[in-house]
């Protein structure tokens, strides 16, 4: 698990507590080898993919095989990124759920995705792509930021009824 400096100066100590929870959710989740198994698992496919396509060309072997081979690799790269948005949207939730459960206190989780939203705007992040409509696509971002850390926050709070998450409220 790696925390980078700037996390300690933009946070609270019960956020980077928060974040801490968070990544060994990860580790407790065994997200990296399951990461490295799912990549694996692709993979294998792929390169037969690219060995079917460049066969043609003479294989890659040949230097003129190599701008489709890689233009291969970009379109399945395409094909599969909504499933690797899927695994990896799964993990990141199962992640902080587990921080939940450790920290008992979803206001520090609620101020830590805050603080990210505000973050990316201060890098210049346009979140939705707003930036040639005519509105102002920070405060944009940051209203599509807020309701996202609201409905997902909703969500953890609806999944929590009846089980043993104790808020710092409480």
């Known amino acids: 698990v790696v925390l980078w400096d700037t996390l300690f100066t933009h946070l609270r100590p019960r956020s980077v507590l928060f974040?801490?929870?968070?990544?060994?959710?990860?580790?407790?989740?065994?997200?990296?080898?399951k990461g490295l198994a799912w990549g694996a698992l692709v993979l294998v496919p792929e390169l037969l993919l690219v060995?079917?396509?460049?066969?043609?060309?003479?294989?890659l072997g040949q230097p003129?095989?190599?701008?489709?081979?890689?233009l291969t690799?970009?379109?399945?790269g395409i094909a599969i990124a909504p499933f690797e948005n899927a695994v990896s949207r799964r993990y990141e939730a199962e992640a902080d759920w587990r921080a939940?459960?450790?920290?008992?206190d979803p206001t520090s989780?609620?101020?830590?995705?805050?603080?990210?939203?505000?973050?990316?705007?201060?890098?210049?992040?346009?979140?939705?792509g707003m930036a040639d409509s005519g509105r102002d696509p920070k405060r944009s971002a940051?209203?599509?930021?807020?309701?996202?850390?609201?409905?997902?926050?909703?969500?953890?709070?609806?999944?929590?009824?009846?089980?043993?998450?104790?808020?710092?409220?409480?």
């Open 19 to 33: 974040v801490t929870a968070h990544e060994l959710g990860h580790v407790r989740s065994r997200h990296i080898l």
């Open 51 to 59: 060995w079917f396509v460049t066969r043609r060309r003479a294989g």
């Open 142 to 170: 940051c209203e599509c930021g807020a309701e996202f850390s609201h409905q997902f926050l909703e969500g953890v709070f609806l999944r929590a009824k009846g089980s043993t998450l104790v808020t710092a409220e409480t």
């Open 64 to 70: 003129a095989a190599v701008p489709l081979a890689l």
């Open 109 to 128: 989780a609620d101020r830590v995705f805050r603080s990210f939203i505000a973050q990316d705007l201060e890098q210049g992040t346009d979140i939705i």
């Open 73 to 76: 690799l970009a379109f399945v």
């Open 100 to 104: 939940l459960q450790a920290t008992h």
